[in-house]
């Protein structure tokens, strides 16, 4: 099988997928359509000049791309907020349906998606790319290989220091913010991570410099089993890494930063706990201190971060090999559902103040 692809869409986000995935056997992008007519004309362009697929196909409307038989897939990128409308045009015309993130504004949304692609037996995933992010995997691997223990605690943060948001990510009605923008892949990564139930939901949004979308949110999870995850993204803060992780568990920890230099982190893991209280006050640079004294370098040990290599291009083989029935979607359209839901909450809880009582 190959997927055979039409771009709906074609910005920042439709010309990405159109240069990165040349490298990939059963791909084939045959055909883009947007309502900016220099977008068609920069898709017909990037065809040629990438050499990849010789009938290659600009289209000038919804209903001309989505009749194109060639075609059994189609790529959504368009802003937020006309991915359900989109979607649901291209599952009636029968085409399996790839959308970018996130892939609706509310679950009632998606579900109208879900159920549509189900009557018409075509395959719905959603492109949460973020799934294949070294940072990500480092930290996933290090919990799944049992380094850190049982875990209890996971602290992600994501800073920026552009301030400004622009476009239709700068507006609410276009499905702009940061909850939709980055928290999508920063929930994923962390349902993904941790499977045990959710019990609530707490979030609080701020607009530092963007008047009317949250463009700064802390967001708390807690789960069943007694795991809490904590999420803190921002576009103005002028002072942090990129990406940070700091995760507990109740035989290590694990620190995690990656920037725009690289990567760096490390695992601190207990040898034998010492059970005897220290009566004695330890002078350290931070104060005297007996629960917060350091541990001897007897009673732990240093690892690195485990090795992962991830490959964006295995989104799209899977897809292919899901479209032929020999394979399971790795982005499930019950995740995606888990993940928007929990978008839903962060938004409810931000305007009550209080936490949301995840139903599951
Ligand atoms: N997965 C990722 O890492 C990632 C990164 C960036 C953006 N995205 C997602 O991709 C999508 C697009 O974002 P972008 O940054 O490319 O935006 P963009 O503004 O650069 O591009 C959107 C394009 O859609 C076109 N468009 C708008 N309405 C349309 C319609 N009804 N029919 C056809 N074309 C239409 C616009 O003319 C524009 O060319 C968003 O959902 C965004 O969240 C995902």
Same mark, same amino acid.
């Given at each position: ?23 990939i056997?059963?791909?084939?992008? *045959? ?11 920069l ?17 000038d409307?919804l209903?001309? !791309? ?5 075609? &059994?897939?189609v790529l ?9 409308d989109l ?15 996130p892939a609706?504004?509310?679950? /009632?949304?998606?579900?109208?998606i !879900?159920a ?10 959603v ?9 990500? =995997? ?5 919990i799944e /290989? ?12 994501l ?10 990510r ?16 920063i929930?994923d /990564? ?16 701020l607009? !530092?410099?963007n ?7 802390k967001? *708390? ?6 795991v ?6 921002g576009?103005?803060?002028l ?23 690289? *990567? ?7 040898? =034998?706990?010492?059970n005897?209280?220290?009566?004695k006050?330890?002078?350290t ?12 370098p ?10 992962? &290599?991830? &490959? ?5 083989? &899977?897809?292919?090999?899901? !479209? ?6 790795i982005?499930?359209?019950? =995740? ?25």
């Open positions: 099988m190959t997927v055979k692809l039409g771009i709906i869409g074609y910005g920042g986000m439709g010309e990405w997928h159109h240069r990165n995935t040349t490298g056997k059963d791909l084939k992008i *045959l055909a883009a359509y947007d309502i900016d007519a220099e977008r068609v004309a898709a017909k362009k990037n065809a040629l000049e990438l050499k990849r697929d010789s009938e290659f196909t600009g289209f409307s209903s001309s !791309i989505l009749k194109d038989n060639r075609l &059994n897939t959504v990128a368009t802003p937020n907020d006309t991915h359900k979607c649901l045009a291209a599952i009636h015309a029968g085409k399996n349906v790839i959308c970018e993130k609706t504004l509310s679950v /009632q949304e998606l579900d109208e !879900i549509a692609a189900k009557e018409k037996k075509v395959l719905f995933t492109h949460q790319n973020r799934r294949w992010d070294q940072d990500y =995997q480092k930290v996933k691997k290090s /290989q049992g380094y850190l223990g049982k875990v209890f605690s996971i602290d992600t943060k800073h920026g220091g552009g301030g400004i948001i622009h476009g239709w700068a507006q609410k009605e276009h499905g702009g913010g940061m909850i939709l923008d980055w928290g999508v892949h929930i /990564q962390i349902l993904d991570m941790i499977p045990n139930k959710i019990k609530t939901v707490y979030c609080q949004t607009s !530092i410099l008047p009317g979308v949250d463009d700064f949110f967001l *708390l999870i807690t789960f069943e089993g007694g809490v995850a904590q999420v803190e993204v576009t103005f803060c002072r942090g890494s990129f990406r940070t992780w700091h995760t507990c568990g109740d035989k290590g920890g694990l620190t995690l930063t990656l920037d725009y230099q690289g *990567l760096s982190g490390g695992i601190t893991r207990v040898r =034998q706990f010492n005897k209280w220290e009566s006050i330890i002078e640079y931070a104060g005297p201190t007996r629960t917060f004294a350091p541990l001897s007897d009673q732990v040990e240093e690892l690195s971060l485990p090795e992962v &290599n991830p &490959n964006w291009n295995e989104f799209y083989e &899977n897809v292919d090999v899901a !479209i032929a029935g020999k394979s399971e979607l982005i499930k359209p019950y =995740q995606v559902r888990r993940v928007i839901k929990v978008m839903d909450a962060c938004f409810k809880s931000s305007e009550t103040g209080a936490a949301v009582i995840f139903d599951e």
